[in-house]
């Protein structure tokens, strides 16, 4: 790497802490201006000298601040705190993170297989009545309801059709057998190569279609406007003229010369609507009954279980910088301009 790129990225990752940091006080703060946990999960339901008492031996009866720092301290540990069940939320996360890290890399394969080529599809016919109608399509996939999305899948292809399941991560005599596969990853397409029976493959991948296509069109139609935009402004170009000129045909100047530059933004915005997407998860995974963290989170707040939200809140803030710095070293590498 050279030295512009390495200290590109050194700013980028140190930037990572006060990101993060911010987004932890955020969610900290606002929790608190709901109420103590103990308070929100049990009240009304004890007396109040225990609840005088588990509100001592949780330091809820101690100064916020105090709190706060405590709770930063944990933080910087790795102790993201316990659910009301007394479970760790880095267990909460590894059993059910795994179901909605599969759920939105499943989504993410249909946003760039619907969007981009749509995209420089649309690019290529500008004015046309398939632009439009493309162009229409894009604004109604990001519109429209993630959750309403998921019930017209579910009522065409499940009640209507009977092609694919309705809702689960696969059947249950599957997820049963699935259990016992060794080394377990909770990523159930993995689980079931590593099991090796390619009917419970087959089982779990149509369990993954409507899910994905429902949460994948919301960033399918920003990819396809996007790609749309930036291929019809570099078709314009000094460079893009010159290739034309060089006798190149049509299709190679977009191919070889336009659409890599037409992608840099694409990347750019991907972590913005990766977060996005986790967000749009939580309502997926309610609608298919998909049982990942989104799931999980609803179900706790439920529970008033607030502990436990603030800790998963927590988890997905710091992907959600990773994300970002992952995503500023693909544009790095892909546009050296960005470094300077």
Do not use: C
């Not at 802490?17 to 932890?24: A, D």
């Not at 930063?72 to 590894?94: C, H, P, Y």
Request: hydrophobic share 55%; proline share 3%.
């Amino acid at each position: 790497m050279s030295g512009q790129l390495l200290r590109y990225l050194a700013v980028r990752l140190l930037l990572i802490v006060p990101t993060t940091w911010i987004l932890v006080t955020v969610v900290f703060f606002l929790m608190r201006v709901v109420g103590d946990p103990i308070t929100a999960a049990l009240g009304g339901r004890l007396p109040a000298d225990q609840l005088a008492a588990r509100k001592h031996a949780a330091g809820l009866d101690r100064p916020i601040l105090t709190q706060y720092w405590d709770y930063i301290s944990k933080l910087a540990r790795g102790d993201f705190g316990r659910s009301q069940d007394n479970r760790a939320i880095t267990e909460v996360v590894s059993t059910y993170g795994a179901a909605t890290l599969e759920l939105v890399f499943w989504a993410l394969i249909v946003a760039f297989a619907v969007g981009i080529p749509l995209g420089r599809y649309a690019a290529t016919r500008r004015d046309t009545a398939a632009d439009a109608g493309l162009r229409l399509f894009a604004i109604l996939a990001y519109a429209a309801p993630v959750f309403f999305v998921g019930l017209l899948l579910k009522l065409i292809f499940s009640v209507k059709l009977h092609w694919l399941p309705a809702s689960g991560r696969a059947s249950t005599n599957v997820e049963l057998a699935l259990q016992h596969v060794s080394p377990k990853t909770n990523v159930l397409f993995i689980d079931a190569i590593l099991y090796g029976d390619t009917g419970y493959l087959m089982d779990v991948l149509k369990h993954a279609v409507l899910p994905a296509v429902a949460l994948g069109l919301l960033t399918a139609g920003v990819f396809l406007r996007l790609v749309r935009i930036n291929l019809i402004q570099t078709l314009r170009s000094d460079y893009v003229d010159a290739a034309r000129a060089r006798g190149l045909s049509a299709r190679v100047v977009t191919r070889r010369h336009a659409f890599r530059n037409a992608l840099i933004p694409v990347v750019t915005v991907m972590g913005m609507y990766i977060a996005s997407m986790l967000g749009g998860a939580i309502l997926t995974e309610r609608t298919f009954d998909w049982k990942g963290l989104g799931y999980q989170l609803t179900e706790y707040l439920t529970q008033r279980d607030f502990v436990a939200v603030q800790g998963i809140v927590t988890f997905l803030a710091l992907v959600v910088a990773i994300m970002s710095f992952l995503v500023d070293l693909i544009v790095a590498l892909i546009d050296p301009r960005v470094r300077f």
